[in-house]
């Protein structure tokens, strides 16, 4: 650019008018982000968050404690303890998540022969206490379908 054209620029203010424009133009631009937490994003059918235990139709737990979960995650972040009914059928006893420890991989999902354990679309894990980030067998088990329709 010569000599005329950095006058002409200067003396029209030429690049705040540019500038300027930029601004309106990104201020006029439909926002990317969520005014969370009263919005939510709508996450991906396949997202891996939260996990959770589930039931069968019947109410019963679907885990039967076979470890599976626990030996192909990556993280060692799933603790279980199996105990057996009065049936002589498996459970988990006791089934923990150390969430500080997972990486969200869904390895431990592929793995269950049961499909006992899923992953949600929930993604408000922040916690104040780390001994809240180790998720226990009541943490991630479904509500029994039948013990609820006995509260309400
Ligand atoms: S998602 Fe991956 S890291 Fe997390 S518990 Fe499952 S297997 Fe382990
Ligand atoms: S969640 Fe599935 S893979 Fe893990 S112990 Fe239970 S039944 Fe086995």
New binding site residues.
């Given amino acids: 650019m010569g000599a005329l054209g950095r006058f002409l620029r200067s003396v029209t203010l030429w690049d705040i008018w540019k500038g300027l424009a930029l601004t309106m133009r990104h201020a006029l631009r439909k926002p990317v982000t969520l005014r969370y937490p009263e919005q939510r994003r709508e996450v991906a059918e396949r997202f891996?968050g939260r996990?959770r235990l589930r039931r069968w139709d019947d109410g019963s737990e679907r885990c039967v404690a076979c470890g599976m979960?626990a030996a192909?995650?990556?993280?060692a972040?799933?603790y279980i303890e199996p105990g057996e009914t009065q049936y002589g059928e498996r459970f988990a006893k006791v089934y923990e998540?150390n969430a500080m420890?997972?990486?969200?991989?869904?390895?431990?999902?592929e793995a269950c022969p049961y499909d006992a354990i899923v992953?949600t679309g929930d993604y408000e894990m922040a916690e104040y206490n780390k001994a809240d980030l180790l998720w226990d067998k009541d943490r991630l088990t479904e509500p029994d379908p039948a013990a609820r329709a006995q509260e309400s």
């Fill in positions: 891996r996990h979960c192909v995650c990556p993280a972040a799933i998540v420890r997972c990486v969200y991989c869904g390895f431990c999902v992953m």
